[in-house]
């Protein structure tokens, strides 16, 4: 079964600062997409950035931007300029590619604390 | 064009009472997904539901647990004899054709079991 791992229960940065998110992952899929979520107090899951497995390029949105290493099964998410609003929970996600496996398996989280 | 709506937000029962959660997908979403997230733990996998058809109900517990999405209206996810340890937030996600990447989750439903 696919697991994902993150290590940081809690980080913290200060605003206008660069900051990177860690998380590893199990699969012996060759194909799948990766997902970071943010939770903020509300816990409405926002879909932050994702990565399809079969693309080297890292997904970049805006500030966010992801280190995607397949061999090393990691998947970190750095956040640039970070900004108050950026404070909440941040879930890696994994979804498999084959039929039916349909569902996002994800991480524990990380809580991320900015500073002003 | 309206999100994924869940309801009730906050939904508090004693024990031994039954529970129903309603998801309505976004439109033209025709999957619907159910996690719940205890406190402090990421989303967990519960089911997958296409309209009228469960796909995959691996993360359900066997007991007291049950979904359905029928052929019209919302889903619905009902716990039966509910216990303090189905407090916990239940997130609905939805998306298009399967195979999509995208699930697009409600703001959830905050369930406390007294």
């Known amino acids: 079964a696919q697991t994902v791992t993150q290590s940081q229960p809690e980080m913290s940065v200060q605003e206008a600062e660069t900051v990177t998110l860690s998380c590893t992952y199990d699969?012996?899929?060759?194909?799948?997409?990766l997902f970071w979520y943010k939770q903020p107090p509300s816990r409405q899951m926002i879909l932050v950035i994702r990565?399809?497995?079969?693309?080297?390029q890292n997904a970049t949105e805006n500030r966010f931007s992801v280190n995607f290493q397949k061999a090393a099964k990691s998947f970190s998410l750095k956040i640039s300029d970070s900004q108050l609003g950026d404070a909440a929970m941040y879930f890696c996600?994994?979804?498999?590619?084959?039929?039916?496996?349909?569902?996002?398996?994800f991480g524990k989280g990380t809580k991320l604390t900015v500073n002003p | 064009n309206a999100g994924v709506m869940q309801n009730p937000r906050h939904l508090v029962r004693r024990r031994g009472q039954e529970a129903r959660l309603r998801c309505s997908p976004m439109k033209g979403h025709s999957h619907v997904y159910w996690y719940r997230q205890l406190p402090e733990e990421g989303l967990k996998f519960m089911v997958y539901?296409?309209?009228?058809?469960?796909?995959?109900e691996s993360g359900m517990p066997k007991e007291r647990f049950s979904a359905e999405f029928p052929k019209e209206g919302p889903s619905i996810l009902r716990i039966q004899q509910v216990v303090r340890g189905d407090s916990a937030a239940y997130f609905c996600a939805s998306s298009t054709l399967q195979g999509s990447y995208e699930q697009y989750f409600g703001p959830g439903t905050r369930l406390t079991v007294t």
């Open positions: 990565q399809e497995a079969y693309k080297q």
């Open positions: 699969t012996s899929e060759s194909d799948y997409y």
């Open positions: 996600a994994y979804r498999g590619s084959q039929g039916g496996s349909e569902k996002l398996v």
């Open positions: 539901l296409q309209k009228e058809n469960i796909i995959d």
